[in-house]
């Protein structure tokens, strides 16, 4: 008893100065008041029960250890609410049709449900800031809640599996608010610096620490959260597990978030989500990968027939944009002579090598196979492997950490040659 105490506050024993920022900016149109009283470790009353939250809490609070963590001391009095879930997920099917398109027949089930998910006091407090302050991560949470039970009925799971699967799915983002907002997944269409990457790896730990020590969910949820960007070839993080580590619980969220992620942009067709799934076999769970593939296979082309000859032209266009990474990796090894410096080479080589076998097995990138395809199918390829590429700059510099020069400015230059060959605007970093 006496170590998880220790734990939660070790975790949550301060005020995370981001989650912070996010409910006081809530609570500028919501109701958010302090349940109980706070105290700081020493027993110094800072704030009394039954008051609503403003800019003096947060000067209260600062760098103060508190005798019970901040986010079981507040409620939104009107947050979110199953109700309000359930009006979340009609417009977001309306505005988003390749998600309606995989929820399908499970639609009215879904929204059954969704009226008899326990929203612990915690949770709803997080979601409501998130839905008023950052809206966009509140969309996502909600795409992730309906997308996932969706997999888990079409698995034939019952009304509690279903339901556990909807809750990893709102919850799996919470550890974002504990990041700056600027560092957040909304922002993964632009070229995150090292710095963004290096606070956003955490997200997955932070949220599960949240849901398995501040609420009474099962510990199913938090393990989900925790895997949710895990991969199982090892190359997902936080902490780079393999198949063998992973939940099925995890497996299936980690589907869920690349799917999603495929489908961010609103001219986004299922294609996208079927390639990236399977763009580097071994990454995700074959049998949740399936499910998506079959309904993006289901729905007519998107674009015309493109010739044989533009086909090949295209593909010889991304096989020489991933030679020429392979080879500035090669020429910048050879001279290589700091241990961190040669770490982050040895990383995006293999990194790229992955993307190479993946491009060599998964026969999405052969002409063959492309010789009936449409526009968008190819475009889809594009955007994926520059996706990637943009995915393998990050994780080098984040192996690479922070080098002296001129190996920094060597391994920049050379990352951002990753960006800028694929088409890109490099970011500086």
């Keep these: 008893m006496t170590s998880s105490v220790s734990t939660r506050r070790n975790a949550f024993g301060t005020a995370n100065p981001h989650a912070l920022a996010t409910i006081l900016e809530a609570s500028e149109t ?87 998910l326990n929203l612990h006091p915690v949770a709803q407090l997080l979601l409501t800031a998130a839905q008023t302050a950052r809206p966009e991560r509140f969309e996502h949470a909600v795409a992730a809640m309906v997308l996932n039970g969706a997999l888990m009925a079409s698995d034939a799971g019952d009304d509690k599996a279903v339901r556990m699967a909807m809750l ?65 070839d090892g190359s997902g993080y936080p902490n780079a597990l393999q198949a063998d580590d992973l939940s099925r619980w995890g497996r299936m969220l ?87 410096h040669q770490g982050a080479l040895t990383l995006a080589a293999f990194l790229l090598q992955r993307l190479r076998t993946g491009w060599n097995e998964s026969g999405l990138w052969n002409p063959e196979s492309l010789a009936t395809a449409d526009a968008a199918e190819v475009e889809a390829l594009e955007d994926e492997l520059y996706f990637r590429l943009r995915g393998i700059k990050r994780s080098v510099l984040l192996r690479g950490g922070h080098l002296p020069e001129p190996y920094a400015g060597q391994l920049l230059e050379l990352c951002d040659s990753f960006a800028m060959g694929a088409g890109l605007q490099s970011d500086g970093g």
């Design 254 to 340: 980690a589907v869920t978030e690349a799917t999603l992620q495929a489908l961010r942009s609103p001219y986004s067709h299922l294609l996208h989500a079927s390639v990236a799934l399977r763009a580097v076999p071994g990454e995700f769970d074959l049998h949740w990968v399936g499910k998506i593939t079959a309904a993006a296979s289901a729905q007519p082309p998107q674009a015309a027939v493109l010739e044989r000859q533009e086909v090949e032209q295209r593909l010889a266009a991304l096989d020489a944009v991933l030679n020429d990474a392979e080879e500035g990796v090669r020429l910048q090894a050879a001279s290589a002579d700091l241990p961190a």
């Design 30 to 116: 919501r109701r958010i008041i302090s349940a109980t009283d706070i105290y700081d470790i020493s027993g110094i009353k800072l704030w009394a029960s039954n008051q609503p939250v403003s800019a003096a809490l947060q000067r209260k609070l600062l760098d103060r250890e508190l005798r019970e963590p901040l986010e079981t001391s507040l409620v939104a009095q009107d947050g979110v609410s199953p109700a309000t879930l359930a009006d979340a997920v009609r417009a977001l099917l309306a505005k988003m049709p390749p998600l309606a398109i995989l929820v399908g027949e499970s639609r009215e089930y879904l929204l059954g449900l969704v009226s008899q």
């Design 168 to 232: 990893s799915g709102l919850l799996h983002d919470l550890g974002e608010m504990y990041i700056g907002p600027d560092h957040g997944e909304a922002e993964a269409d632009r070229d995150l610096d090292f710095e963004s990457y290096q606070q956003l790896v955490v997200h997955p730990h932070v949220g599960y620490l949240l849901v398995l020590q501040l609420t009474n969910y099962p510990p199913e949820v938090a393990r989900a959260i925790a895997e949710h960007h895990e991969k199982l």
